[in-house]
């Protein structure tokens, strides 16, 4: 778990905008802050529950699980490019990439899915061995029908 300040510094230093020479503006991490909380609001958009608390300021914990640290850094990196140098900071393609793999990673452990259920055709037998005789014994199932778990 880390702080909202440390995120966003090290998001800074994968882009250059923040070193010890040369450490970004307060006006930086305010706008990192505003990044990090719209990009985590639309992971949580898209299912991806990894329980992270939004932040109301930039030294707030922000409660992430370890193993998504990397890829939050990377993808908040990329989302805050632009604000730099008139928006010429230059992402290298390894950023990129690593942003990517990272992101793909905490969607596929952290997603949350709803399975539908199943609906069968109207052609599919109700059972087999279906030897209930009578007049209005169904053979097939009704037309959306569900199955239940």
Known sequence: MSSGTEIIKDALKEIGAHS????????????????????????????????????DKHGANLNEPTDCRDAIVTNLAISCAPLFDNGKVIVSQDLRINAR???????????????????????????????RNGRFNRTFWRRGSEVEN
Not at 28 to 39: A, Q
């Open 20 to 55: 010890v020479a040369s450490p970004a503006a307060p006006e930086s991490i305010e706008d990192g802050l505003k990044k990090l909380n719209s990009m985590l609001e639309m992971w949580l958009t898209k299912g991806i529950m990894i329980g992270v608390s939004q932040l």
């Open 101 to 131: 793999v990272g992101f793909n990673n905490v969607e596929s452990l952290y997603r949350r899915v709803e399975i539908p259920k199943k609906v069968l055709s109207s052609t599919t037998p109700v059972g087999a061995g279906n030897n």
